[in-house]
């Protein structure tokens, strides 16, 4: 518990928290112990009503976040009015109220009332903190949740951030042993949330290797200026496949990352000085895994509101402020492309392999997503369901010139909704598709009433595999109950909801057929339903194939060996 109450300590004071007012308790102990052994200056007062508005004049005078400290139960009710006072006065407060451990909650133990979101909408951010663990992962946690607080007090118009802090006996932490640096980033965190005065010492970047992410974002009118900001960095551009990147075809977009970066000797090699993030989190799991490989670079966040999205835990630099904005102020002109041209060697070899699958005969959700693609008409949108279906895009939808726009529903990942998403997206009365796997399709059937009764134009494109074909790639293929419980078969015939909904129903099996029903569906008016049965076996081992990097230098060099 000492060093991980020890790093959330330091980080507040890495943060450029001077002030602690403590109302004293047992709970509440690890924290008072600790902010009294660091670099604060530290206030006490018995009585936590007046505890908090003192903390609130002192944070009115200074212009920065007061942190407060109580123990649990009712000591956290008496912050109440100061909490009132400080939403409407815009004052920025951070509130640490200790809690009983989960298993002490509604069981009649002393002091515990339920603490979560006790403050309602009167704060501008709560989280509750996991139970403290002695391990460098944590200590890195419990520094992002700091900083989230502290930036959410100081973003916009200032406000009140309540972080409860669960935490079980023993309580009195080891002074012997405390080490505040625990889990501390080697550039430490800034952020920047004044906008309309965006000034960024650009000389960072020179001669430096660097990347640009660029995640989801429906609305990004940006893209222009970032290839640009690349131009001019000679760096790489991680384009996700809802950034919409992908509609240019620009020698530094790289859209394999997902496959190569499975190499994890590749994941070394290109280690960055820096990472540039525009967007949502990326789709790619390989990918968040050499961010957090990587967490000793400059990592900058740029967004127009504060919003953390790095599950790497890395990001130590926050930039709130237009895209567009941050890439006009970047004015350094690299010359060396050598990085660069390390990620276009990987791009072109990993695009080489995954695009031969244009060649498989079976019916491969490979295959498909690059038809697809190819037939989509201009303006198009294509809406992606979450699980395999955008997998599948990230890896073989590839960036050229086009006007296609991708969408899916990334913000919390689910399943659901997804057809009644795309049937909304139709009303824009573009050309819309949704390609979605069978569990998706599955759980929004009753969506499709309301294509029907409201006429409608979608085409829905299903890949069934019979069941959660995406846990074959997860260790739950190795379990027992894998096809109980995860696989999940189901063995559906879609081919009633003709009558159901009033769909047109395609069952291709063959690419031949394929094209012929999307081109046709394409025509149609109503809802179209083109159901793909694919072996998810076959699918496997396919996937695996054209997915697995090859490099034509190491299989020469192990020939000529």
Same mark, same amino acid.
């Given at each position: 518990m000492t060093h991980y109450i020890a790093a959330l300590v330091d980080e507040l004071n890495q943060l450029g928290v001077r002030e602690v007012v403590i109302s004293p308790g047992s709970r509440s102990a690890p924290l008072a112990i600790l902010f009294c052994e660091h670099d604060f200056e530290v206030y006490i007062s018995i009585d936590e009503r007046s505890a908090g508005f003192f903390a609130l004049g002192i944070a009115k005078e200074k212009e920065r976040p007061v942190v407060?400290?109580?123990?649990?139960?009712?000591?956290?009710?008496?912050?109440?009015?100061?909490v009132v006072e400080a939403k409407h006065s815009k004052v920025p407060l951070i509130i640490l109220t200790a809690d009983r451990p989960p298993e002490l909650r509604q069981v009649g133990a002393p002091q515990t009332i339920d603490q979560i979101k006790i403050y309602h909408d009167y704060v501008v951010y709560f989280e509750e903190l996991a139970l403290p663990e002695e391990r460098e992962a944590m200590y890195r946690y419990v520094r992002t949740v700091m900083r989230k607080a502290y930036v959410s007090a100081m973003s916009g118009e200032y406000g009140v951030a309540h972080i409860n802090v669960p935490l079980r006996e023993p309580?009195?932490?080891?002074?012997?042993?405390?080490?505040?640096?625990?889990?501390?980033?080697?550039?430490?965190?800034?952020?920047?949330?004044?906008?309309?005065?965006?000034?960024?010492?650009?000389s960072i970047f020179q001669d430096k290797n660097g990347i640009l992410i660029?995640?989801?974002?429906?609305?990004?009118?940006?893209?222009?200026?970032?290839?640009?900001?690349?131009?001019?960095? $000679?760096?790489?551009?991680?384009?996700?496949?809802?950034?919409?990147?992908?509609?240019?075809?620009?020698? @530094?977009?790289?859209?394999?990352?997902?496959?190569?970066?499975?190499?994890?000797?590749? $994941?070394?090699?290109?280690?960055?000085?820096?990472i540039i993030h525009f967007g949502q989190t990326p789709v790619s799991k390989r990918l968040q895994q050499f961010l957090a490989m990587h967490r000793d670079v400059l990592y900058f966040q740029v967004?127009?509101?504060?919003?953390?999205?790095?599950?790497?835990?890395?990001?130590?630099?926050?930039?709130?402020?237009?895209?567009?904005?941050?890439?006009?102020?970047?004015?350094?002109?690299?010359?060396?492309?050598?990085?660069?041209?390390?990620? @276009?060697?990987?791009?072109?070899?990993?695009?080489?392999?995954?695009?031969?699958?244009?060649?498989?005969?079976?019916?491969?959700?490979?295959?498909?997503?690059?038809?697809i693609q190819d037939m989509l008409p201009e303006g198009g949108r294509l809406c992606v369901a979450n699980s395999m279906a955008i997998r599948d895009v990230d890896y073989f939808l590839e960036a050229r010139r086009q006007t296609l726009k991708i969408l899916c529903n990334r913000g919390a990942n689910g399943i659901d909704g997804t057809i009644s998403t795309a049937l909304g997206i139709s009303t824009s009365e573009h050309p819309t598709v949704l390609l979605t796997g069978d569990l998706a399709f599955f759980h929004d059937l009753n969506g499709l009433l309301i294509g029907k009764k409201h006429h409608l134009n979608l085409v829905?494109?299903?890949?069934?595999?019979?069941?959660?074909?995406?846990?074959?790639?997860?260790?739950?293929?190795?379990?027992?109950?894998?096809?109980?419980?995860?696989?999940?078969?189901?063995?559906?015939?879609?081919?009633?909801? $003709?009558?159901?909904?009033?769909?047109?129903?395609?069952?291709?099996?063959?690419?031949?057929?394929?094209?012929q029903d999307f081109r046709k569906a394409l025509t149609l008016a109503g809802v179209k339903v083109l159901n793909?049965?694919?072996?998810?076996?076959?699918?496997?081992?396919?996937?695996?194939?054209y997915t697995s990097f090859k490099d034509k230098k190491d299989r020469k060099d192990k020939k000529e060996a």
């Open positions: 407060l400290v109580c123990s649990s139960g009712s000591a956290v009710t008496h912050y109440w009015p100061a309580l009195v932490p080891d002074l012997s042993q405390v080490d505040f640096s625990a889990g501390r980033l080697k550039y430490p965190f800034e952020w920047m949330g004044d906008v309309s005065r965006l000034t960024i010492d650009d660029c995640g989801g974002d429906a609305y990004a009118n940006y893209h222009r200026e970032v290839l640009e900001l690349a131009e001019r960095l $000679k760096a790489p551009v991680l384009a996700d496949p809802i950034s919409n990147f992908r509609n240019y075809d620009h020698e @530094q977009i790289i859209d394999s990352y997902d496959a190569f970066l499975k190499n994890d000797d590749l $994941k070394k090699e290109l280690k960055p000085d820096y967004g127009k509101t504060f919003q953390y999205r790095a599950p790497s835990l890395a990001i130590n630099r926050y930039i709130v402020a237009d895209p567009k904005a941050f890439a006009h102020s970047i004015g350094v002109r690299n010359t060396n492309a050598q990085y660069l041209r390390r990620w @276009q060697y990987y791009q072109k070899e990993m695009r080489g392999r995954l695009n031969l699958a244009r060649e498989e005969a079976g019916l491969f959700e490979g295959r498909l997503v690059q038809e829905i494109v299903v890949f069934n595999n019979d069941g959660g074909a995406i846990f074959k790639y997860l260790p739950h293929s190795e379990n027992k109950y894998f096809e109980l419980l995860f696989m999940t078969p189901h063995g559906m015939d879609f081919s009633g909801l $003709k009558a159901l909904y009033d769909v047109t129903y395609f069952e291709p099996d063959n690419y031949e057929s394929f094209e793909v049965h694919i072996d998810a076996e076959v699918s496997k081992r396919l996937h695996d194939l």
